[in-house]
């Protein structure tokens, strides 16, 4: 981006709020705001929020960690398989009875 570019760019802001509610939804993890300086008007948003599930067999994705920390790559032909533990997931919420 040349001088002149940066210097017609709007200035922007952004700003980091954690557990964040919707009346009716629930919470959100976080949300990140851009809005102009000094500005209550919001320009973009984005919500992000995280989910966790149970896995199984992860042997091969460790090694595939190790192996990306130690190389800085991983080949495209070779695959760390491992599994998800979805009938504990549901144990744990009270669904299973759906499913069994």
């Known amino acids: 981006m040349s ?3 940066a210097k017609d760019a709007p200035r922007l802001a952004a700003g980091r709020f954690t ?3 919707l009346p009716g ?3 959100f993890d976080f949300v990140i705001v851009k809005h102009k300086p000094l500005s209550n008007i919001v320009d973009d948003f984005a919500v992000i929020e995280f989910q966790t599930g149970q896995t199984t067999s ?3 994705l460790v090694d ?3 192996k990306f920390m130690k190389d800085g790559f991983l080949k495209s032909d070779v695959t760390y398989n491992f599994g998800v ?3 504990d997931i549901w144990k744990r919420t009270g669904s299973v ?3 069994v």
Do not use: R
């Open 3 to 5: 001088s002149s570019c």
């Open 19 to 21: 557990e964040v509610g």
């Open 25 to 27: 939804i629930g919470n």
């Open 58 to 60: 992860t042997g091969k």
């Open 64 to 66: 595939g960690f190790k």
């Open 85 to 87: 533990n979805s009938y």
């Open 97 to 99: 009875k759906y499913f």
